[in-house]
């Protein structure tokens, strides 16, 4: 049988548990509510609708799957088709620039990624960065 000292500690224990967790919740309702008293109108609320929605749209746009691979694939190809280098970084700006929709949390590394699974198209040199691979006729060297 468990001495009375132990149970109290051990429902000391859970009761502080409880209140962590409702000054968590505090400290959130606060600031919803600091947020929301700044709104002045309801023209306020309609425009955070309208961000919100451009973001779910933005963000379910753009999935990591074949189609964005292609896409973005296409893309760099048109821009690295002038004959000049550019770093990852440099890409994905370019395609930010054109509306590209680009998947993942880290941009250039998902189009590293790409570029780097289409040997046939592009080539990487660590020095100048991308570029598209020269197409060497067959029985010719280069």
């Given at each position: 049988m468990a001495s009375p000292l132990k149970k109290a500690k051990d429902r000391l224990s859970i009761v502080q548990q409880k209140l962590t967790l409702l000054h968590e919740?505090?400290?959130e309702l606060l600031t919803t509510v600091r947020v929301l008293e700044r709104m002045k109108t309801e023209?306020?609320?309609t425009d955070l609708d309208?961000?919100?929605s451009k973001l779910s749209f933005t963000a379910s746009g753009a999935k990591r799957d074949r189609k964005n691979r292609i896409v973005v694939a296409q893309a760099v190809t048109g821009?690295?088709?002038d004959g000049k280098a550019r770093s990852t970084g440099q890409i994905v700006q370019a395609l930010e620039a054109q509306?590209?929709?680009i998947a993942g949390k880290n941009k250039v590394a998902y189009v590293s990624q790409i570029l780097s699974r289409e040997r046939t198209k592009f080539a990487a040199s660590r020095k100048s960065g991308w570029t598209l691979r020269t197409v060497v006729?067959?029985?010719k060297t280069a």
């Open positions: 919740e505090e400290s023209e306020d609320f309208k961000e919100f821009l690295l088709s509306n590209v929709p006729p067959f029985g």
